[in-house]
């Protein structure tokens, strides 16, 4: 059973920046796309940012290009978002997903919609007030 573990949520004014971090464990397939979501309330979950851990190819949404960053660290199956000038509109509940069944891989990276991932951490709030 796979087990994804968020954390580094915060409140933090606009400009400021978090480092969320997502430790997993219990799978064993080594080339998978993983993701970072959130939701606001009132809105549609959105994918933030997706790594292929294999190639490291990541992918984002536009919104968060060039201020938001994910990374993997393998040795400690760790999966991060590195998040900088942040803003209010970035206020929401964030998850760290991954797939175990190659749905989410796609040309040039991974699938930006959570219906192609099959595992989901509790999720850890970020709050940026202007």
């Known amino acids: 059973q796979v087990h994804l573990v968020e954390s580094g949520g915060g409140s933090v004014q606009t400009g400021g920046s978090l480092r969320l971090s997502c430790t997993a464990s219990g799978y064993t397939r080594t080339s998978k796309c993983m993701a970072w979501f959130r939701q606001a309330p009132g809105k549609e979950r959105e994918g933030v940012a997706r790594?292929?851990?294999?190639?490291?190819?990541?992918n984002y949404a536009d919104s968060v290009k060039g201020r938001f960053t994910i990374s993997q660290d393998s040795a400690k199956n760790t999966l991060y978002l590195q998040m900088n000038r942040l803003k209010p509109e970035d206020t929401a509940m964030y998850y760290c997903a991954v797939e175990s069944q190659g749905r989410a891989r796609i040309a040039g990276g991974c699938s930006r919609f959570d219906s192609n991932y099959n595992y989901w951490g509790q999720g850890t709030q970020v709050t940026v007030s202007s």
């Open positions: 790594i292929y851990t294999s190639d490291g190819i990541t």
